[in-house]
């Protein structure tokens, strides 16, 4: 039988750790960056405009097809694009910052308004940098803490572990 195919978007603002958490957990990943040109470039120096994309093997029944979106803003109608038919979805931040923080909250706002009823869990990145408690975070986002995971997107294990985190969601969602 051929392996199942699962499509995983992966969201988040500015700097999350998107395109690396998409290069860490596939072998095949393209990505499109280009140079920063506004005052964010202070924070890094290169960021996604169109989209990340590699594939996973988890076993062999399953492949993870991954769709990285860009973070910037003025980028937003790509991840409604990018989502489409997507049976999941993982939302990275940089926990220790608050404004990231402030974005992830419309952001998941956004994706529930387009993708209502697709499982999803946020990412933490940076977790043990930040001044909240994850019951602090998962509250001032708006989401239930149980979706909440901690992730070091250049960690290989930390990205499978949320990969069938998710899995998990989409089996019982089914
Ligand atoms: N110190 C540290 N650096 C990290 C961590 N995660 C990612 N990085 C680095 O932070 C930078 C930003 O990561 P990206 O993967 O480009 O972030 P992104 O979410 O794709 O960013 P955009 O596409 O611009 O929205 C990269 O240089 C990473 O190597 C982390 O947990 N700790
Ligand atoms: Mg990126």
Redesign the pocket.
């Known amino acids: 039988m051929p392996a199942e195919v699962i499509k995983v978007v992966v969201g988040?603002?500015?700097?999350?750790?998107?395109?690396?958490?998409v290069?860490t957990v596939t072998a095949d990943s393209v990505g499109a960056?280009r140079e920063?040109t506004d005052a964010t470039s202070a924070l890094?120096q290169?960021?996604?405009v169109a989209m990340?994309h590699g594939t996973a093997r988890l076993d062999d029944d399953t492949v993870v097809t991954l769709f990285?979106t860009?973070?910037?803003e003025r980028f937003s109608f790509m991840w409604p694009v990018l989502s489409t038919g997507m049976s999941a979805y993982v939302l990275?931040v940089?926990a220790s910052r608050l404004q990231a923080l402030a974005q992830l909250r419309s952001i998941v706002r956004q994706f529930q308004g387009f993708a209502p009823d697709v499982p999803f869990v946020v990412a933490a990145?940076?977790w043990d940098q930040s001044a909240q408690s994850p019951a602090e975070v998962a509250a001032f986002v708006g989401i239930d803490e149980a979706a909440l995971v901690q992730c070091?997107?250049?960690d290989p294990a930390d990205c499978e572990r949320v990969l069938r985190h998710l899995l998990g969601s989409v089996a019982l969602a089914r």
């Open positions: 988040g603002p500015f700097g999350a750790g998107k395109t690396t958490f290069q960056e920063v890094k290169r960021t996604t990340d990285g860009p973070g910037q990275l940089d990145n940076r070091d997107p250049r």
